[in-house]
């Protein structure tokens, strides 16, 4: 019964009688309201990492960098050293006081001692390590020089670039080692097992590990044959779209900051296939200064070709070509530096000494500035499918051997004239040191020309025979029909080959049967033509040979030899060869016409050597 009673509420009783005078005051009514809380409850927060993960499960596990980066971010501003050192309270204290009291302040030290505790160290610990590991994730992103990414304090985030290069192999990529299964001791082979078995398990897993993904095989593919399409109009256009090369300023950030991932994706397709293709665009941006290209690709291309430039041990055949190409695609970006990163690149390239340097490559380097390399790639129409180095070298060539073939021919059509005023003097008494370095400059360009072959190396090697043997096939010269530089030079080397044929050394000088013929025409102008016995001692009777004086008059009706400044180039005296060319085919043309009005045939020669 008292159990029951006490678990129940019993009114209070009261006597009957009077009512009390003082009522009592009704309790005020108690309102349940949310309690505030300045952090919630660990619980909740168990809560919301556990739902945080089970959603993170559910869409993917980002990488494990990036959750890294953000507690790193976290961690540094909710560090109280970062934010403040000390909690401030902001209610006030309000009244009046009663009795003197004298308040001793700290001092320093003791001030020191006191905000200086355990706590606070361990805080400044804890915001180092925050900034040391958001440094490490930060650092390798960033596209630092070479030399500094090489530095000792950089190899303390060398784990940053490892990871990344971990999670490029876990995605599919080249996969070097396993240190997982090379700590474990290997169990003994199987009684049933035979060795072909094992060895066929081993290479299959083995080529699985080294086997690339799906992507890298795509890409490389693309690239690829983005690279096989050299030399068409849409070369470019597929190498934009191979290398993903961005437009625009969003794109040059982009590309600038992704610059460190794509280097890590680079290294598990073809970093060579890749340096090539970054280094084509380049050379394309190079040649096609004209093209309607933006800034920021020909930027962004420069800073991505620059990286994977490499040293001069692994692409020494390619390296001056490529650092030529930097160089002038350098020079075509407006920016403040260019112009003198472009004169350091060029000045490198000029001193780089290797046995690999083509021998054009090093006549371009030192017979042109970059100043003057720039003009000629924007003057002349070059092949796109060269590299500019060798598009350079193979304008260069073409021009000097037009100079030396169109001195060649002056000298071999006046040896012995010596003529005063604003033509070059041809005499035997010329300066012995300027015919032996003239005779090197040949060498260089002969060199130079076959080293770069093709129809260049045929016309150098032509113009080798016309100088040192005189003996030269015409006829595969003379059957080409385009029109262009080497045109003109194929019709200087006939004009030269065909004078010899047609008034070779022992026939070249017609003075003495011109004086003896000229006095027998006064004498008697109705005698007869003298007979073959009748030709005095010493006259030999030549062969007219009509074939070769029509190719040789039209090998001097080519435009070759019309005036004009090669360059505004000066041989002596304030000469020029153009000038110097027009006078000497006007005399051969002369000697074609006496040759044909006296008598063809019966021209004779008085030979006083021989008598």
Same mark, same amino acid.
């Given at each position: 019964?008292?159990?029951?009673?006490?678990?129940?509420?019993?009114?209070?009783?009261?006597?009957?009688?009077?009512?009390?005078?003082?009522?009592?005051?009704?309790?005020?009514?108690?309102?349940?309201?949310?309690?505030?809380?300045?952090?919630?409850?660990?619980?909740?927060?168990?809560?919301?990492?556990?739902?945080?993960?089970?959603?993170?499960?559910?869409?993917?596990?980002?990488?494990?960098?990036?959750?890294?980066?953000?507690?790193?971010?976290?961690?540094?501003?909710?560090?109280?050293?970062?934010?403040?050192?000390?909690?401030?309270?902001?209610?006030?204290?309000?009244?009046?006081?009663?009795?003197?009291?004298?308040?001793?302040?700290?001092?320093?030290?003791?001030?020191?001692?006191?905000?200086?505790?355990?706590?606070?160290?361990?805080?400044?610990?804890?915001?180092?390590?925050?900034?040391?590991? !958001?440094?490490?994730?930060?650092?390798?992103?960033?596209?630092?020089?070479?030399?500094?990414?090489?530095?000792?304090?950089?190899?303390?985030?060398?784990?940053?670039?490892?990871?990344?290069?971990?999670?490029?192999?876990?995605?599919?990529?080249?996969? $070097?080692?396993?240190?997982?299964?090379?700590?474990?001791?290997?169990?003994?082979?199987?009684?049933?097992?035979?060795? $072909?078995?094992?060895?066929?398990?081993?290479?299959?897993?083995?080529?699985?590990?080294?086997?690339?993904?799906?992507?890298?095989?795509?890409?490389?593919?693309?690239?690829?044959?983005?690279?096989?399409?050299?030399?068409?109009?849409?070369?470019?256009?597929?190498?934009?779209?191979?290398?993903?090369?961005?437009?625009?300023? !969003?794109?040059?950030?982009?590309?600038? !900051?992704?610059?460190?991932? @794509?280097?890590?994706?680079?290294?598990?397709?073809?970093?060579?296939?890749?340096?090539?293709?970054?280094?084509?665009?380049?050379?394309?941006?190079?040649?096609?200064?004209?093209?309607? $290209?933006?800034?920021?690709?020909?930027?962004?291309?420069?800073?991505?070709?620059?990286?994977?430039?490499?040293?001069?041990?692994?692409?020494?055949?390619?390296?001056?070509?490529?650092?030529?190409?930097?160089?002038?695609?350098?020079?075509?970006?407006?920016?403040?530096?260019?112009?003198?990163?472009?004169?350091?690149?060029?000045?490198?390239?000029?001193?780089?000494?290797?046995?690999?340097?083509?021998?054009?490559?090093?006549?371009?380097?030192?017979?042109?500035?970059?100043?003057?390399?720039?003009?000629?790639?924007?003057?002349?129409?070059?092949? $796109?499918?060269?590299?500019?180095?060798?598009?350079?070298?193979?304008?260069?060539?073409?021009?000097?051997?037009?100079?030396?073939?169109?001195?060649?021919?002056?000298?071999?059509?006046?040896?012995?004239?010596?003529?005063?005023?604003?033509?070059?003097? !041809?005499?035997?008494?010329?300066?012995?040191?300027?015919?032996?370095?003239?005779?090197?400059?040949?060498?260089?360009?002969?060199?130079?020309?076959?080293?770069?072959?093709?129809?260049?190396?045929?016309?150098?090697?032509?113009?080798?025979?016309?100088?040192?043997?005189?003996?030269?096939?015409?006829?595969?010269?003379?059957?080409?029909?385009?029109?262009?530089?080497?045109?003109?030079?194929?019709?200087?080397?006939?004009?030269?080959?065909?004078?010899?044929?047609?008034?070779?050394?022992?026939?070249?000088?017609?003075?003495?049967?011109?004086?003896?013929?000229?006095?027998?025409?006064?004498?008697?102008?109705?005698?007869?033509?003298?007979?073959?016995?009748?030709?005095?001692?010493?006259?030999?009777?030549?062969?007219?040979?009509?074939?070769?004086?029509?190719?040789?008059?039209?090998?001097?009706?080519?435009?070759?030899?019309?005036?004009?400044?090669?360059?505004?180039?000066?041989?002596?005296?304030?000469? @020029?060869?153009?000038?110097?060319?027009?006078?000497?085919?006007?005399?051969?043309?002369?000697?074609?016409?006496?040759?044909?009005?006296?008598?063809?045939?019966?021209?004779?020669?008085?030979?006083?050597?021989?008598?």
């Amino acid at each position: 019964m008292m159990s029951a009673t006490a678990g129940m509420v019993v009114p209070e009783k009261r006597k009957r009688g009077r009512p009390r005078k003082n009522p009592p005051v009704p309790a005020p009514p108690i309102t349940a309201s949310a309690p505030v809380m300045l952090s919630p409850p660990p619980v909740a927060q168990e809560a919301n990492i556990s739902m945080m993960q089970q959603q993170m499960h559910s869409q993917g596990m980002p990488p494990q960098q990036y959750l890294l980066a953000v507690f790193a971010l976290f961690s540094f501003f909710k560090s109280p050293l970062a934010s403040s050192m000390s909690a401030q309270h902001t209610h006030t204290h309000s009244g009046s006081v009663l009795s003197d009291v004298t308040v001793k302040l700290p001092t320093s030290s003791i001030l020191s001692s006191e905000q200086w505790t355990w706590n606070n160290f361990v805080q400044v610990v804890h915001l180092v390590v925050s900034l040391l590991v !958001f440094a490490t994730i930060v650092f390798p992103w960033l596209p630092l020089p070479r030399g500094l990414r090489h530095t000792r304090l950089m190899r303390l985030v060398s784990f940053g670039t490892a990871s990344r290069d971990t999670r490029g192999s876990a995605r599919g990529g080249f996969t $070097t080692h396993i240190s997982s299964t090379d700590a474990l001791p290997t169990p003994p082979a199987s009684p049933s097992a035979s060795d $072909t078995e094992s060895d066929t398990d081993s290479s299959s897993s083995t080529e699985e590990l080294h086997a690339p993904s799906h992507d890298n095989v795509h890409a490389a593919n693309r690239i690829a044959g983005a690279i096989a399409t050299k030399g068409l109009p849409e070369e470019m256009d597929h190498l934009v779209a191979a290398l993903g090369l961005g437009h625009g300023v !969003f794109g040059l950030a982009r590309g600038t !900051f992704t610059m460190g991932r @794509k280097r890590s994706k680079d290294k598990s397709v073809d970093r060579e296939l890749v340096r090539r293709a970054w280094i084509r665009l380049g050379e394309l941006f190079a040649m096609n200064v004209s093209c309607n $290209t933006a800034v920021t690709a020909r930027l962004q291309t420069y800073l991505r070709a620059l990286s994977l430039l490499g040293s001069p041990a692994k692409s020494a055949i390619h390296y001056t070509s490529d650092l030529c190409t930097m160089a002038l695609l350098a020079r075509c970006i407006p920016l403040p530096f260019a112009d003198s990163r472009a004169e350091a690149l060029w000045n490198r390239a000029k001193i780089h000494e290797s046995k690999l340097v083509q021998p054009y490559e090093r006549l371009v380097l030192n017979s042109i500035t970059l100043k003057e390399a720039a003009t000629r790639l924007r003057e002349t129409t070059l092949p $796109t499918a060269n590299s500019p180095l060798r598009a350079l070298a193979t304008s260069l060539v073409l021009d000097r051997v037009r100079e030396h073939a169109s001195v060649l021919f002056v000298r071999t059509a006046s040896p012995d004239e010596d003529v005063s005023g604003d033509t070059w003097a !041809f005499s035997e008494q010329n300066d012995k040191r300027g015919e032996k370095d003239e005779e090197k400059r040949w060498r260089e360009t002969i060199s130079a020309g076959r080293s770069l072959g093709g129809q260049v190396g045929a016309l150098v090697d032509a113009f080798a025979k016309a100088w040192q043997s005189g003996v030269l096939d015409i006829d595969g010269l003379l059957s080409s029909d385009e029109e262009g530089e080497c045109t003109e030079i194929a019709a200087l080397l006939n004009a030269i080959v065909l004078y010899r044929q047609v008034f070779p050394p022992s026939v070249l000088s017609c003075t003495a049967i011109s004086a003896v013929e000229e006095e027998s025409s006064t004498q008697s102008i109705l005698s007869p033509p003298p007979s073959p016995s009748s030709c005095p001692s010493g006259l030999v009777r030549v062969g007219y040979d009509k074939e070769a004086v029509l190719k040789l008059r039209r090998a001097l009706g080519s435009s070759a030899f019309d005036f004009r400044e090669i360059e505004g180039k000066v041989l002596e005296e304030g000469a @020029k060869l153009g000038e110097t060319l027009e006078e000497t085919r006007d005399r051969v043309v002369d000697l074609l016409v006496e040759y044909e009005r006296r008598g063809r045939g019966r021209i004779c020669k008085f030979n006083v050597q021989e008598h």
